[in-house]
C-alpha cells in the first residue's frame, strides 16, 4: 500500500469536508472506497461525476482498478466544473 494525498476540488471538497487527505491505496478503486469509508453520503454521489488525476496524469477512460499508486504520490478528484 502506498501512502498518496488525495486533493479534493470545487464540489468534491465541499462534500469531503477537507480540502486534502492522506490514504493508503494500492490503487485508484482503492482510494476512491477509502475515501467513500470517510466521508459517506454526498461524496459518494459527487464522485460518479468526477475525473481524476494521479501525479499529473489524466485517468481518463482506464479502469480504477487498473491504475496503480506510488508511495507519496497524488489523486486529484476533479468534479465538473461550469464556465468557460
Known amino acids: 500500500m502506498a501512502k498518496v494525498t488525495v486533493r479534493y476540488w470545487a464540489a468534491a471538497k465541499a ?4 480540502a486534502e ?5 494500492a490503487t485508484l478503486a482503492e482510494a476512491l ?5 470517510r ?7 459527487v464522485l460518479r461525476r468526477c475525473s481524476f ?3 499529473g496524469d489524466p485517468v481518463g477512460t482506464r479502469e480504477h482498478e487498473t491504475v496503480r499508486l506510488a ?3 497524488t489523486v486529484e ?3 465538473p466544473f461550469a464556465g468557460g
Do not use: I, W
Not at 462534500?15 to 477537507?18: D, E, F, L, R, S
Not at 487527505?21 to 491505496?25: D, P
Not at 472506497?33 to 469509508?37: F, G, N, Q
Open 15 to 18: 462534500a469531503a469536508g477537507v
Open 77 to 79: 478528484v476533479l468534479p
Open 33 to 37: 472506497d477509502a475515501a467513500r469509508e
Open 39 to 45: 466521508h459517506p453520503g454526498e461524496l459518494t454521489r
Open 21 to 25: 487527505e492522506t490514504l493508503e491505496a
Open 71 to 73: 508511495e507519496g504520490g
Open 53 to 55: 488525476l494521479v501525479d
